[in-house]
């Protein structure tokens, strides 16, 4: 994980936060051009730039949504609920498999089960890029 994956990763993961979630000595920065308007994930790769290069991915926690930059201007989009045991942030990517750390079941970017505990893939969600606004519907 880059240094850019892990900011996007930390400032989404404020996004949905709460009052009770404000936790001192973490950064409490907004999330950079990723938003969640009703079923729908809205990224605007311009600012969101840890998006915008394959292997780039990003946890939209309040969404529970992982997106990946699969290549070619492509991008995959999957619940980050694990489909073995519920665990919805724990992720981690690296060699275009995403990792479960909760008990270590890992994905394709398909969402594909590479190895278990986890038998069943990840729902994936369909996306439509628009210029330079990726959107992601996951209702
Ligand atoms: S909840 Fe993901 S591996 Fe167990």
């Not at 780039?56 to 309040?62: I, P």
């Not at 969404?63 to 201007?73: E, T």
């Not at 969402?111 to 210029?131: D, K, Y």
């Amino acid at each position: 994980m880059t240094f850019s994956q892990l900011r996007i990763k930390q400032e989404t993961l404020f996004t949905s936060c709460s009052e009770d979630d404000d936790t001192p000595g973490l950064p409490q920065a907004p999330s950079t051009g990723i938003s969640v308007q009703g079923n729908q994930v809205i990224v605007n790769l311009d600012e969101a730039t840890a998006l915008n290069n394959q292997g780039g991915w990003a946890l939209v926690t309040s969404a529970r949504v992982l997106i990946v930059n699969i290549g070619n201007n492509r991008f995959s989009a999957l619940t980050s609920v694990c489909t073995h045991s519920n665990c919805d942030r724990n992720w981690t990517f690296s060699n275009n498999v995403f990792t479960c750390t909760c008990h270590g079941s890992r994905f394709n970017t398909d969402g594909s089960v590479v190895n278990g505990p986890a038998i069943r893939p990840l729902t994936s969600f369909p996306t439509t890029l628009n210029g330079r606004t990726l959107t992601v519907d996951f209702g």
